[in-house]
């Protein structure tokens, strides 16, 4: 492309208009004398304002000068100031004028009329008598100066006639009829006009060079971001869930910010002043890695943040998530001592001439807007759902098939299980909490240990056994019945297995229920109210005792009591999803929640029904797809075997990620999974079976990494959970995500 020609100089152009006015005027002019209604009329012609100037485009601008006002305007490469002209007007500049019309009218028509004829009487006239100028053929008027200024402002001639038609009849002058100017004038007016125009014509070629610019400019900047205008709306949608990313986690840092500053700080100053409101060691429970997960967060929220600079394709979100895994940590210790730490305040609050309720009070009544305490400690167990959220909704705009979409599909499943791992512990916390509580109430001999898996607290109820008082414990799988005390404490008495019981009520009196096991029939009295939920309790219990139980019992079993090499769950549950979509064109099968009745009534029939007696006819895609997922995540031990856990999440850390399957990797994994003994049919029925989904990935949208984080946790877990096995997941992943994909290599088809 040629060189651009450079930018001109600012230059000005000065016009006294007073002085040539004065210059311009004739030294002798008839004698006629103004009438003085012709007197008043130009006087008031010459007060107003021409109000139709603030139309023309440009800069304007006042200033004093000497005592007079001078008015500049400023053009494309020009700059006109005027004197005595009292307005001020600011607009862009030169864009093509359009000026509309003006009505005609009788009083313009006839002032126009006596214009002409007296312009037509000065040509007459040709040398004033007392005139010592040279006379001119073409006198020039005020509307031929104004002319030329549009026209050395670039305005056609068109244009320029149509802006003089809004203006009134030129009276600015004392004499119109008279006004005309030596040829020195005239020179000097047609060089600005010839100049002016010389820079009009420059900035023209100035604008097609910078229009010639622009469209090449515009030409590398349409190529460049191509690929980002055809996927537009993904795109749109993705950097519009990123800044709620983070806006949530700006939000969240300024609440542990303030958590820190109106809590923890001023309780550790108070402790070095003597003043203490806290002990020391209640702080730092109450307090638990706080600090930590704060500075977690920072550090998070800046690697967030910094990947806006690659605006508007914004990438590396899933990376920075993962980044936070060896941090996540952090909350495993702070969920543990979550309940505890609420517990310490709720007690130091209650106490007797305690310092932290009021010191709390005065703290809300100086700082209003801060949320209170225990608010504030609930917020990193609600932060990790909220994050889980946000990044899933993240990972449905990802490119399909890109780094980025495993990326994110790695950090959702982090999240995902990071959260469930400590919404299952707080569950396990408050069940623990509750069974210590009554551990401690109950006096025996031996101590009680009544924190078991799986064991919960149904219902605290006194009752009257032969007019003595007893207080009945009914857990999920266990009767205890004790004597009150005093100090709200409970003296054992005995206790009973539920599996051995039974419950009924007497048929003459609504008041009596009666317990039987194998050795005693024991009556009690009570209101009629808690006979009734007490009845209600046992007949649930005796629901869960399953006929044919099939959720919640190991392969070996199933496999056993029903004669097969495949459970009938699995076979039943995958044939009859084949059979409602032969082609697996369901968006979203195995992904997306189903309705949580549909799979209680599922289970229900699953375990109590044989096979032969099962008909899933009239069911969801989904609830049955759901029912599978329950049935795997519900075994004892997992489809790949606890032992296989370690040694398949080694394997995927020294391989080369999803660049293939080689001999020695295929080797290492055929030789483990052959260890599964009858889980392994199982294992390849359900893998083959998901290899066929993923190959339908463009219309179901279940890729084999998406079919991995759903089935990963469900196919191989450890034997024991913690946080840091959930923040193991991504690599679980990628191990069932291998599974599927290099499925015919890994479970090769038997000949003959």
């Known amino acids: 492309m040629a060189d651009l020609p450079k930018k001109s100089p600012r230059r000005e152009i000065f016009l006294d208009f007073d002085s040539l006015r004065k210059t311009m005027e004739p030294r002798a002019r008839a004698s006629s004398v103004a009438t003085p209604n012709e007197a008043a009329s130009s006087q008031k012609t010459r007060k107003t304002k021409p109000q139709n100037l603030l139309n023309l485009p440009g800069k304007f601008r006042t200033k004093e000068s000497h005592g007079t006002r001078e008015l500049a305007c400023t053009l494309p490469n020009q700059h006109i100031r005027r004197k005595s002209f009292g307005h001020e007007i600011d607009k862009p500049g030169v864009p093509p004028l359009d000026i509309p019309k003006p009505a005609a009218s009788s009083s313009k028509k006839r002032k126009w009329k006596e214009h002409m004829s007296k312009t037509q009487s000065a040509k007459e006239m040709g040398k004033h008598p007392n005139?010592?100028?040279?006379?001119?053929?073409?006198?020039?008027?005020?509307?031929?100066?104004?002319?030329?200024?549009?026209?050395?402002?670039?305005?056609?001639?068109?244009?320029?006639?149509?802006?003089?038609?809004?203006?009134?009849?030129?009276?600015?002058?004392?004499?119109?009829?008279?006004?005309?100017?030596?040829?020195?004038?005239?020179?000097?007016?047609?060089?600005?006009?010839?100049?002016?125009?010389?820079?009009?014509?420059?900035?023209?070629?100035?604008?097609?060079?910078?229009?010639?610019?622009?469209?090449?400019?515009?030409?590398?900047?349409?190529?460049?971001?191509?690929?980002?205008?055809?996927?537009?709306?993904?795109?749109?949608?993705?950097?519009?869930?990123?800044?709620?990313?983070?806006?949530?986690?700006?939000?969240?840092?300024?609440?542990?910010?303030?958590?820190?500053?109106?809590?923890?700080?001023?309780?550790?100053?108070?402790?070095?002043?003597?003043?203490?409101?806290?002990?020391?060691?209640?702080?730092?429970?109450?307090?638990?890695?706080?600090?930590?997960?704060?500075?977690?967060?920072?550090?998070?929220?800046?690697?967030?943040?910094?990947?806006?600079?690659?605006?508007?394709?914004?990438?590396?979100?899933?990376?920075?998530?993962?980044?936070?895994?060896?941090?996540?940590?952090?909350?495993?210790?702070?969920?543990?001592?979550?309940?505890?730490?609420?517990?310490?305040?709720?007690?130091?609050?209650?106490?007797?001439?305690?310092?932290?309720?009021?010191?709390?009070?005065?703290?809300?009544?100086?700082?209003?807007?801060?949320?209170?305490?225990?608010?504030?400690?609930?917020?990193?167990?609600?932060?990790?759902?909220?994050?889980?959220?946000?990044?899933?909704?993240?990972?449905?705009?990802?490119?399909?098939?890109?780094?980025?979409?495993?990326?994110?599909?790695?950090?959702?499943?982090?999240?995902h299980e990071t959260n469930q791992f400590i919404h299952e512990n707080l569950l396990q916390s408050d069940v623990k909490l509750s069974l210590t509580n009554i551990e401690r109430r109950i006096v025996h001999e031996k101590p009680l240990n009544l924190n078991k898996p799986g064991r919960t607290f149904k219902i605290e109820t006194a009752f009257t056994v032969g007019y003595k008082k007893r207080t009945f414990l009914l857990f999920s799988d266990l009767l205890i019945i004790t004597k009150p005390m005093k100090n709200n404490q409970?003296?054992?008495?005995?206790?009973?297995?539920?599996?051995?019981?039974?419950?009924?009520?007497?048929?003459?009196?609504?008041?009596?229920?009666?317990?039987?096991?194998?050795?005693?029939?024991?009556?009690?009295?009570?209101?009629?109210?808690?006979?009734?939920?007490?009845q209600m309790l046992f007949d649930n219990f005796l629901q869960t005792q399953k006929k044919n139980q099939t959720i919640g019992v190991s392969i070996e079993t199933i496999l056993q009591r029903e004669g097969s090499s495949i459970p009938s769950i699995v076979t039943q549950t995958i044939e009859y999803i084949l059979q409602l979509d032969p082609q697996l064109n369901t968006e979203g099968l195995f992904r997306l929640s189903p309705d949580q009745r549909e799979i209680v009534v599922l289970r229900d029939m699953f375990d109590n029904f044989t096979p032969a007696e099962r008909s899933l006819s009239g069911h969801s895609i989904h609830g049955v797809g759901g029912l599978l997922k329950l049935?795997?995540?519900?075994?004892?031990?997992?489809?790949?075997?606890?032992?296989?856990?370690?040694?398949?999440?080694?394997?995927?850390?020294?391989?080369?990620?999803?660049?293939?399957?080689?001999?020695?990797?295929?080797?290492?994994?055929t030789t483990l999974l052959q260890s599964l003994g009858p889980s392994y049919a199982t294992l390849e029925y359900i893998i083959r079976f998901l290899s066929t989904l993923c190959k339908n990935a463009a219309v179901n949208k279940m890729t084999a990494s998406n079919i991995a984080i759903v089935f990963g946790p469900n196919l191989l877990r450890p034997e024991v959970e913690s946080l840091e096995t959930a923040l193991n997941c991504p690599i679980v992943n990628h191990v069932i995500q291998r599974f599927v994909e290099f499925a015919d290599q890994l479970f090769p088809e038997k000949s003959g």
């Not at 104004?146 to 244009?159: F, W």
């Not at 394997?651 to 080689?662: K, Q």
């Open 631 to 669: 049935w795997l995540r519900e075994l004892p031990d997992p489809v790949i075997h606890f032992s296989l856990y370690e040694k398949l999440l080694q394997l995927e850390r020294n391989s080369e990620a999803f660049v293939g399957m080689n001999d020695k990797l295929k080797s290492e994994i």
């Open 131 to 415: 005139s010592q100028y040279e006379p001119l053929s073409k006198p020039m008027y005020g509307r031929d100066m104004l002319r030329s200024v549009l026209d050395l402002m670039g305005y056609s001639k068109s244009q320029a006639a149509s802006f003089l038609k809004t203006l009134p009849p030129v009276e600015d002058f004392d004499d119109p009829a008279h006004v005309c100017f030596r040829a020195h004038d005239l020179t000097l007016a047609n060089h600005i006009i010839f100049q002016s125009k010389a820079l009009i014509q420059f900035a023209k070629k100035q604008r097609a060079a910078t229009k010639i610019q622009a469209l090449f400019r515009g030409r590398a900047l349409r190529k460049r971001l191509k690929p980002i205008l055809a996927d537009r709306n993904r795109i749109v949608k993705f950097n519009a869930t990123y800044i709620s990313l983070i806006q949530i986690e700006r939000k969240y840092i300024r609440s542990l910010e303030l958590l820190l500053e109106r809590y923890l700080t001023p309780l550790r100053n108070r402790i070095t002043m003597n003043k203490e409101v806290m002990k020391l060691q209640d702080i730092s429970y109450v307090f638990c890695n706080i600090e930590t997960i704060l500075e977690l967060h920072q550090k998070k929220f800046s690697a967030l943040d910094a990947l806006s600079k690659s605006w508007p394709t914004v990438t590396g979100v899933g990376q920075a998530i993962l980044e936070l895994r060896s941090g996540l940590k952090a909350y495993g210790i702070y969920v543990g001592n979550l309940k505890s730490a609420k517990s310490t305040i709720q007690q130091l609050k209650l106490e007797k001439n305690g310092k932290l309720s009021p010191w709390l009070q005065k703290v809300a009544q100086k700082h209003p807007e801060t949320p209170d305490l225990v608010e504030l400690l609930s917020l990193p167990v609600d932060h990790i759902k909220v994050m889980e959220r946000i990044i899933e909704e993240l990972s449905g705009y990802t490119l399909p098939a890109s780094t980025e979409e495993q990326q994110v599909n790695d950090a959702f499943s982090m999240l």
């Open 490 to 534: 409970l003296r054992f008495r005995e206790q009973h297995d539920l599996a051995n019981i039974s419950f009924e009520t007497s048929p003459t009196d609504k008041t009596v229920g009666i317990i039987k096991t194998p050795d005693v029939c024991l009556r009690f009295q009570g209101r009629t109210e808690d006979i009734v939920v007490w």
